[in-house]
């Protein structure tokens, strides 16, 4: 299929996000239900991701992102998609590139969240019903001339087996983690508690760690994101926190608990969920050097801090809301899908 016109393609995505940000009956009862199916798609999360998707969908969003690309016509690629379902609506972008890039999706949903993607679809289609025949929702990956998967260390090594071949995005495990330098305000420090809490940490721009100075003082932090202290009210979420408080109690583990949140001292990046790594430096060059040894393993850093490294750095509470333009793991897919 030969790809839209910009302008026209612009209107029919923009008209998509207005319907997302006014969900009609049928999505409200889907808001309400997806927790049926996975019990963190709670009503709140789903429709912060509906809302969030509708807002980056308006017709200045829109234009600033596919103006910056070639999108001339062509014959359409078959693109496999192996999306995540870590939160609702992730593979969502992948999708919509490429149907912007006028290529066709084989898309393999994941089954905590398949509903909401087909749906949304659905709704596009409803809109243009040219776009029914860009994507199909598949069991099996046969046929494909590009792969994008998405996926953890461990898949991420059967997926360049398999998907090698072809021209491909594989991306992997990512976290994020947010450089504090002591001088914060307290509605920043408040802010941060979205980059932890959003989702309950399930993303990858889920805030995993915190880069402090040394001998930072927690009673602050601690005392600005109280409000959330509501997340303790899900029942897979405080399991979680019962069990790593358990783990660090029986190995007489040094941590820091606030009823609803730990914090620990470690190295590593990615921590259990209801944890909160923290590592300390002895000055901003130091922290520097540490986030651009582990680039590959940040999808975006939240900060007050202009830093000099390649990636992405977000304002406090930013983290669940990227542009159309923000990439997972900085990789640009529509760029790529333009050059199949």
């Given at each position: 299929m030969?790809?839209?016109?910009?302008?026209?393609?612009?209107?029919?995505?923009?008209?998509?996000g207005?319907?997302?940000?006014?969900?009609?009956?049928?999505?409200?009862?889907?808001?309400?239900?997806?927790?049926?199916?996975n019990?963190?798609?709670?009503?709140?999360s789903?429709?912060?991701?509906?809302?969030?998707?509708?807002?980056?969908?308006?017709?200045?969003?829109?234009?600033?992102?596919?103006?910056?690309?070639?999108?001339?016509?062509?014959?359409?690629?078959?693109?496999?998609?192996i999306l995540?379902?870590?939160?609702p609506?992730v593979g969502?972008?992948?999708?919509?590139?490429?149907?912007?890039?006028?290529?066709?999706?084989l898309?393999?949903?994941?089954?905590?969240d398949?509903?909401?993607?087909?749906?949304?679809?659905q709704?596009?289609?409803?809109?243009?019903?040219?776009?029914?025949?860009?994507?199909?929702?598949i069991?099996?990956?046969?046929?494909?001339?590009?792969i994008?998967a998405?996926?953890?260390?461990?898949?991420s090594?059967?997926?360049?087996?398999?998907?090698?071949k072809?021209?491909?995005?594989?991306?992997?495990?990512?976290?994020?983690?947010?450089?504090l330098?002591?001088?914060?305000?307290?509605?920043?420090?408040?802010?941060?508690?979205?980059?932890?809490?959003?989702?309950?940490?399930?993303?990858?721009r889920?805030?995993?760690k915190?880069l402090?100075?040394?001998g930072?003082?927690?009673?602050?932090?601690?005392?600005?994101?109280?409000?959330?202290?509501?997340?303790?009210?899900?029942?897979?979420?405080?399991n979680n926190?019962d069990y790593?408080?358990?783990?660090?109690?029986?190995?007489?583990?040094?941590?820091?608990?606030?009823g609803?949140l730990l914090?620990?001292?470690?190295?590593?990046?990615?921590?259990?969920?209801?944890?909160?790594?923290y590592e300390?430096?002895?000055?901003?060059?130091?922290?520097?050097a540490l986030?651009?040894?582990?680039?590959?393993?940040?999808?975006?850093?939240v900060?007050?801090?202009n830093?000099?490294v390649?990636?992405q750095?977000?304002d406090?509470?930013?983290?669940?809301?990227?542009?159309?333009?923000?990439?997972?793991?900085?990789?640009?897919?529509?760029?790529?899908?333009?050059n199949?």
């Amino acid at each position: 299929m030969s790809i839209f016109n910009k302008s026209y393609l612009i209107q029919i995505l923009a008209n998509l996000g207005r319907q997302l940000l006014n969900p009609n009956a049928t999505l409200q009862q889907l808001v309400e239900s997806e927790r049926n199916v996975n019990p963190w798609f709670t009503p709140e999360s789903v429709q912060q991701a509906i809302q969030a998707t509708g807002l980056s969908l308006t017709e200045d969003n829109l234009a600033q992102w596919l103006n910056h690309y070639q999108l001339k016509e062509h014959a359409s690629k078959k693109v496999g998609l192996i999306l995540a379902g870590n939160i609702p609506l992730v593979g969502f972008h992948d999708v919509l590139c490429v149907l912007a890039s006028g290529n066709i999706a084989l898309i393999k949903a994941s089954s905590q969240d398949a509903r909401l993607i087909k749906y949304v679809l659905q709704l596009l289609v409803n809109i243009e019903p040219q776009l029914a025949g860009s994507y199909h929702f598949i069991e099996r990956l046969e046929g494909f001339d590009a792969i994008i998967a998405t996926g953890s260390n461990n898949t991420s090594r059967y997926f360049e087996y398999y998907f090698g071949k072809v021209p491909n995005i594989i991306r992997k495990n990512r976290n994020s983690i947010a450089l504090l330098t002591g001088q914060e305000s307290t509605e920043q420090l408040h802010e941060l508690g979205k980059d932890i809490f959003d989702y309950y940490g399930l993303g990858c721009r889920n805030v995993s760690k915190l880069l402090v100075p040394k001998g930072y003082n927690f009673i602050p932090f601690f005392e600005a994101i109280e409000d959330y202290h509501h997340i303790a009210q899900h029942h897979k979420y405080h399991n979680n926190y019962d069990y790593n408080k358990a783990i660090y109690l029986v190995n007489r583990d040094k941590h820091l608990d606030n009823g609803f949140l730990l914090l620990k001292e470690d190295t590593r990046l990615a921590s259990p969920l209801a944890v909160l790594y923290y590592e300390e430096y002895e000055d901003l060059n130091a922290a520097e050097a540490l986030l651009r040894e582990q680039r590959e393993q940040i999808q975006c850093i939240v900060s007050m801090v202009n830093l000099p490294v390649e990636v992405q750095v977000v304002d406090f509470g930013k983290s669940q809301q990227p542009a159309l333009w923000d990439y997972a793991d900085g990789i640009d897919t529509m760029e790529f899908l333009s050059n199949l």
